[in-house]
């Protein structure tokens, strides 16, 4: 009978193990409704002033359609690129710029 040194054993069973990431955290401040009537949540790093405008933008088309659109700041000045989709039923999530995140109810 041949044996297997318990580090070779203990190595093989690390390297099959799969890390799963765990999904992405969901906005959680209350920005309150968009002009489309539609509620708007910002995430840590997103004020709600760009979330709002995130959401007018989105529900306006975007500004020029395709995959995703730019949104403009009032905070910062700054123009930043957003992509949207559903991560959860019942809203679309925006992320993109400098770390924002927009919910869309």
């Known amino acids: 009978m041949r ?18 990431a765990p999904a992405p955290a969901h906005a ?7 002009r489309a009537g539609v509620r708007v949540e910002a995430g840590v790093d ?9 959401a007018n933008t989105m529900m306006n088309g975007g500004n020029g359609g395709g995959a995703g659109f730019n949104a403009y700041s009032p905070t910062t000045g700054e123009t930043y690129w957003m992509t949207c989709m559903i991560e959860r039923h019942g809203s679309t ?13």
């Open 28 to 34: 959680n401040t209350d920005c309150g409704y968009a």
């Open 3 to 20: 044996t297997m040194p318990i580090t070779l054993g203990i190595a093989a069973v690390a390297a099959a193990l799969t890390i799963v």
């Open 93 to 105: 999530t925006c992320r993109g710029g400098d770390n924002a995140e927009v919910d869309i109810f």
């Open 46 to 54: 997103t004020s709600c002033p760009f979330a709002i405008n995130v």
